[in-house]
Nanobody, 123 residues
Framework: VQLQASGGGLVQAGGSLRLSCAASGRTFSTYVMGWFRQVSGKEREFVAAVEWSFGSGFYADSVKGRFTISRDDAKNTVHLQMTRLKPEDTAVYYC?????????????????WGQGTQVTVSS
């Protein structure tokens, strides 16, 4: 599976962005799809994950109620709709594909990673 993330940018606090991740590979639907983010010098942290098209998303407490993850297995894409953005959401965001039997909040459960897209939220 190859992943290509896009949609990052600069936005003011309170604004919204929609990240997208396009995946190649015929087995896309069998993977759990996740979003992580990383600030320079810090550990990569879990943001959200979803197991299949109609499954519920899992969210970090810091983004719950503001971010929504969704996937379209027919189009091999996963999205992260981010609303009410805060300066502390500033990071490089990575999409990832992983083992559905793994721990979805752990980066070690993911086998494939996109290149990352920068999100900057100004105050």
């Amino acid at each position: 599976v190859q992943l290509q993330a896009s949609g990052g940018g600069l936005v003011q606090a309170g604004g919204s962005l929609r990240l997208s991740c396009a995946a190649s590979g015929r087995t896309f639907s069998t993977y759990v799809m996740g979003w992580f983010r990383q600030v320079s010098g810090k550990e990569r942290e879990f943001v959200a994950a979803v197991e299949w098209s109609f499954g519920s998303g899992f969210y970090a407490d810091s983004v719950k109620g503001r971010f929504t993850i969704s996937r379209d297995d027919a189009k091999n894409t996963v999205h992260l709709q981010m609303t009410r953005l805060k300066p502390e959401d500033t990071a490089v965001y990575y999409c990832a594909a992983g083992n559905p039997t793994g721990v979805v909040v752990s980066s070690s459960s993911y086998d494939y990673w996109g290149q990352g897209t920068q999100v900057t939220v100004s105050s």
